[in-house]
């Protein structure tokens, strides 16, 4: 969000459900934020699987979470894959590159820690210009 993130939630092994998600996002991570929000938070994630089960829905109905309508193929719009991408290009540089799941784990909390807060601000306030250009080619990609 604006101004402020979570810690980054990293799943341990196996496959992330309808299930986890709600055990390991939705309820304690969304729920809390859109009750420091309020009534003017929208939600967005995209159309992952997990993220579009009964149970999500209930979950996210239940609780007044309003969600952002997402189209199907939507990559460049969702500022988070340009998240993982300045994570990923900053485990390529270090000069000794994690080798377990732990050095992983340690290694991209920390690059989430270090990562600048205006990076995330910059990429949430980019979201109307990619919407538009998107609508501009009607779907296609955009191109930048």
Same mark, same amino acid.
């Given at each position: 969000?604006?101004?402020?993130? *979570?810690?980054?939630? @990293? %799943?341990?092994?196996? #496959?992330?459900?309808? *299930?986890?998600?709600?055990? $390991?996002?939705?309820?304690?991570?969304?729920? !809390? %934020?859109? &009750?420091?929000?309020?009534?003017?938070?929208? %939600?967005?994630?995209?159309?992952?699987?997990?993220?579009? *089960?009964?149970?999500? $829905?209930?979950?996210?109905e239940? /609780?007044? @979470? /309003?969600?952002?309508?997402?189209?199907?193929? #939507?990559?460049?719009?969702?500022?988070?894959?340009?998240?993982?991408? %300045?994570? &990923?290009?900053?485990?390529?540089?270090?000069? !000794? +590159?994690p080798?377990?799941?732990?050095?992983?784990?340690?290694?991209?909390?920390?690059?989430?820690?270090?990562? +600048?807060?205006?990076?995330?601000?910059?990429?949430?306030?980019?979201?109307?210009?990619?919407?538009?250009?998107?609508?501009?080619?009607?779907?296609?990609? @955009?191109?930048?």
């Open positions: 969000m604006l101004g402020s993130r *979570t810690d980054l939630h @990293i %799943f341990d092994a196996g #496959s992330v459900n309808g *299930t986890r998600y709600c055990n $390991e996002i939705l309820l304690p991570y969304v729920r !809390l %934020f859109r &009750g420091a929000m309020g009534l003017q938070s929208l %939600f967005m994630d995209d159309n992952a699987p997990c993220h579009r *089960t009964v149970a999500a $829905e209930h979950l996210l239940s /609780e007044d @979470i /309003e969600r952002m309508d997402w189209p199907v193929r #939507s990559p460049d719009l969702n500022p988070i894959e340009h998240v993982w991408d %300045f994570l &990923g290009r900053r485990l390529a540089t270090r000069t !000794l +590159p080798v377990s799941i732990r050095e992983l784990r340690l290694a991209l909390q920390d690059e989430w820690a270090a990562m +600048p807060q205006q990076l995330i601000d910059t990429l949430i306030l980019s979201m109307g210009r990619r919407c538009e250009t998107c609508l501009a080619v009607r779907g296609d990609h @955009i191109p930048y």
